[in-house]
Every structure is written in structure tokens, then in C-alpha cells.
């Protein structure tokens, strides 16, 4: 069984900043790319960041400069840190990871339980 836990949302002003995580955890073999993903309320779910195997990464165009992406290997963990925060940045925020258990045949796609951003004043 593996688990995805994010961490660290919270309210925040505009202009503010939060930092992101996520931890795997179980039977894990190897972690392939890992995204952050985000979703607004009446909105649909939005690709915000992602980080491969090999620390190359990739942003939205709403986020770019704001947000970087972030990994451990070691620990199992992916990062988000979030810059000069939006009102229009607040969604749940989705850790996402491409994981090879272990005596698993094929990689798997798993996802967290999402964790409140809001910016607000």
C-alpha cells in the first residue's frame, strides 16, 4: 500500500508565501515524476508543477517565477514553495507521483488527499 500525505496549507495574504509538502510512504520501490496539481472551487483541475526523476522541472504559465518544485529522494518527498500568493491561487492542492512498488509490475499513479490553499485578506 502506498500513501500520498500533503502538508502545510493554510490561510495566507496576498503577496504571501507557503511552503508545500508531500510524503510517500509504504512499499516503494522507485518514484518517477512527481506534480502538483490544484483545483478552485467551480474550476477545473490544473497541472501546477512537476519534477522528474532526473530534478527537471515544468510550470504552468500562472505560476511561473512564483512557485518552484522541489524534491527528495532520500526522504520520499516533493515540494511546493509559493511566492507572491494570488487570490486566485487558492485551490485544494493534489501531490501527485508515478510509483513502482515493491514486486509491482508496471508503474502506478497515485494521489493525495489534496490540502487547502487560500489567499485572502
Known amino acids: 500500500q502506498v500513501h500520498l500525505v500533503e502538508s502545510g496549507g493554510g490561510l495566507v495574504q496576498p503577496g504571501g508565501s507557503l511552503t508545500l509538502s508531500c510524503a510517500a510512504s509504504g512499499s516503494i520501490f522507485s518514484i518517477n515524476d512527481m506534480k502538483w496539481h490544484r483545483q478552485a472551487p467551480g474550476k477545473r483541475s490544473e497541472l501546477v508543477a512537476g519534477?522528474?526523476?532526473?530534478?527537471?522541472?515544468d510550470y504552468a504559465d500562472s505560476v511561473k517565477g512564483r512557485f518552484t518544485i522541489s524534491r527528495d529522494n532520500a526522504k520520499k518527498m516533493v515540494y511546493l514553495q509559493m511566492n507572491s500568493l494570488k487570490p486566485e491561487d487558492t485551490a485544494v492542492y493534489y501531490c501527485?507521483?508515478?510509483?513502482?512498488?515493491?514486486?509491482?509490475?508496471?508503474?502506478?499513479?497515485?494521489w493525495g488527499q489534496g490540502t487547502q490553499v487560500t489567499v485572502s485578506s
Open positions: 501527485n507521483a508515478e510509483i513502482w512498488v515493491v514486486g509491482g509490475t508496471r508503474w502506478g499513479d497515485y
Open positions: 519534477i522528474n526523476s532526473d530534478f527537471g522541472t
